[in-house]
């Protein structure tokens, strides 16, 4: 499909007035139906809806399916802590692909300015320089949110990653 073509098919998708999450998800299910990718616009959004992969130096991290909690823990360690206390047999840093992702989510609607340290830690692909931002960020935050990211914190620390 030529470039012209593509734009004709995207055109419907990216054209009016919606909320910014609607707008995100009719975008990327255009780019899967005018690429052909999907035949449906039931598989396209099933494609858009999958967390992305992460990459730890070089090497894809599994992507783990954890849901965030709804009750905050009462006893919980900071990221960078949780992180360099891995067993053997444990793959920490395999959690967290959601964890980054309920952050991203949050800090875009109540704090947009952090998103770009959470992308820089992801980027360097160090899960240690990953959780110390998480643990960076929670001191720059109002308590409201502190509190939501500490949630995630706990949902991560009660799951077991396993290798």
């Given at each position: 499909m030529?470039?012209?073509?593509?734009?004709?098919c995207m055109r419907p998708y990216i054209t009016g007035s919606k909320p910014k999450e609607q707008r995100r998800l009719d975008f990327c299910v255009g780019a899967k139906m005018c690429s052909g990718?999907?035949?449906t616009r039931e598989q396209a959004e099933e494609i858009c809806r999958q967390?992305?992969?992460?990459?730890?130096?070089?090497?894809?991290?599994?992507?783990?399916k954890i849901t965030p909690p709804v009750k905050p823990?009462?006893?919980?360690?900071?990221?960078?802590?949780?992180?360099?206390?891995?067993?053997?047999?444990?793959?920490?840093?395999?959690?967290?692909p959601p964890v980054i992702q309920w952050y991203r989510e949050e800090?875009?609607?109540?704090?947009?300015?952090?998103?770009k340290d959470v992308d820089s830690a992801v980027q360097s692909g160090d899960p240690a320089l990953i959780t110390w931002t998480f643990d960076s960020i929670k001191t720059k935050v109002s308590e409201k949110l502190k509190e939501r990211l500490k949630e995630f914190?706990?949902?991560?620390?009660?799951?077991?990653g396993e290798k």
């Open positions: 030529d470039r012209a073509t593509y734009n004709e990718k999907a035949s967390p992305k992969p992460v990459k730890v130096k070089g090497q894809e991290v599994p992507t783990v823990c009462a006893d919980i360690s900071p990221m960078g802590d949780w992180l360099a206390g891995n067993q053997e047999g444990e793959c920490r840093a395999c959690l967290l800090l875009e609607q109540n704090n947009p300015e952090l998103v914190d706990c949902h991560a620390q009660l799951h077991k």
